[in-house]
């Protein structure tokens, strides 16, 4: 079981010499923590929004790369690998971590349309970061492509057609604790959004029992289910994941609501 929040994709890139490489060329690259700032500077200080910045691409970066890991545990194919894309499962790791990170860097430009705009910024990016770990040009090229498209589909109303991508749009929408709700919200402002998002207090990642994944959803009273309904279900079911995961959502010790 793992608990959502920054410190985890630190955790999970120690795990691999080559995601740890691939980390440390993000977040020493001298474009992306530009454009982070840039993000959260258009998102929380022009629009007054919710948090978009690097804290929370390192959350959603770390929760795609979980649900990743136990979908491989339980005999899950990559669409990477079961495509004929790759033959390094990997190599295929990092598109959750790479669009995890990259997944909101539009909002550098505008809320509007920021997926659409995060994919094309992306890709000079990821073609300096991927280079520096992998030399066969063919593959970069074939990896930079799925990660645009993994940073594309996080969008609302876009079909996923990988599982790497679907991870992605899953991580994306599991960071809903402490008011951190990917329905982007008036800060300051009382509305069903704000109130719900303020009731999540933390979101667990495990093995499922009917499913390969189990999401919990903890939360202090009945408002935090608006965020499960039409920020993480909605996700969840435009993705290759929609038949892998089951949510929970749990007030105390009681199982209030269940998504299978």
């Known amino acids: 079981m793992v608990t959502i929040g920054p410190g985890l994709l630190p ?8 995601l740890r490489k691939a980390y440390e ?8 923590p ?23 691409a390192h959350i959603a970066a770390g929760a795609a790369l979980s649900i990743f890991h136990l979908l491989i545990k339980k005999g899950i194919t990559p669409s990477l690998i079961k495509d004929g894309v790759l ?7 990092l598109v959750p971590l790479l669009a995890g990170l990259l997944h909101d860097i539009g909002n550098s430009v505008h809320r509007d349309m920021h997926e659409r705009i995060g994919a094309v910024l992306a890709i000079p990016i990821v073609d300096r970061i991927l280079r520096h770990i992998i030399k066969d040009e063919r593959e970069v090229l074939r990896l930079r ?17 990988t599982i790497e991508a679907g991870t992605v749009k899953v991580g994306d929408g599991l960071d809903m604790a402490e008011g951190r709700a990917r329905v982007p919200y008036r800060l300051g402002s009382v509305s069903i959004h704000s109130v719900s998002a303020l009731s999540i207090k933390k979101v667990e990642i495990e093995e499922g029992v009917q499913n390969p994944i189990r999401v919990n959803v903890y939360m ?13 279900v909605p996700k969840i079911k435009t993705t290759p994941l929609r038949n ?3 949510v929970h959502a749990i007030i105390g010790s009681e199982k209030v609501k269940s998504y299978p």
């Open 145 to 161: 492509q799925e990660v645009s498209h993994a940073i594309y589909c996080t969008s609302y109303d876009v079909e996923c057609l």
């Open 87 to 93: 033959n390094n499962v990997e190599h295929a790791m």
């Open 11 to 18: 955790e999970l890139v120690n795990t691999s010499p080559l």
């Open 34 to 56: 530009v454009l982070w700032e840039l993000s959260n500077i258009m998102a929380v200080k022009r629009l007054k929004y919710n948090d978009h910045g690097p804290v929370h």
């Open 244 to 246: 892998l995961i089951e």
């Open 220 to 232: 202090t009273e009945m408002a935090g289910i608006f965020q499960v309904d039409e920020v993480l």
């Open 25 to 32: 060329a993000v977040v020493s690259d001298p474009e992306v």
